[in-house]
């Protein structure tokens, strides 16, 4: 059964940093691409970004420059370096696991996390 975890969210000032992170059970990360995606009250979940199997990373523009997706292939754990934070970044975050096609479409992933708050305060 595949299981993933996210942890690392929390409160922070505009222009801070948080790193979450999503720890996998029962997949390899390395052998799949992995995606974040968030969604704030009100709104539909979107994208933020993808890592491919092969490290090919894709970002949402509204991240893009401000945020790293990358993974620790001995640790199973995939993680969100995000600088620069901005209120409008205020939401809760997910972790996925990515079958096929586009990497923007949550259709085209399978396992969730529960996801972590976080939350930036101007």
């Known amino acids: 059964q595949v299981r993933l975890v996210e942890s690392g969210g929390g409160f922070v000032q505009a222009g801070g940093s948080l790193r979450l992170s999503c720890a996998a059970s029962?997949?390899?990360?390395?052998?799949?691409?992995m995606g974040w995606f968030r969604q704030a009250p009100g709104k539909e979940r979107e994208f933020v970004a993808h890592?491919?199997?092969?490290?090919?990373?894709y970002y949402a523009d509204s991240v893009k420059g401000r945020f790293t997706i990358f993974r620790d292939n001995a640790k199973n754990v995939l993680y969100l370096q995000m600088s620069r934070l901005k209120p409008e970044d205020t939401a809760v975050y997910y972790c996925?696991?990515?079958?096929?096609?586009?990497?923007?479409?949550?259709?085209?992933?399978?396992?969730w996390g529960q996801g972590t708050q976080v939350t930036v305060s101007s």
């Open positions: 996925a696991t990515h079958t096929s096609g586009s990497v923007v479409v949550t259709a085209q992933y399978d396992y």
């Open positions: 029962g997949r390899t990360v390395s052998n799949y691409g």
């Open positions: 890592t491919t199997w092969r490290g090919v990373s």
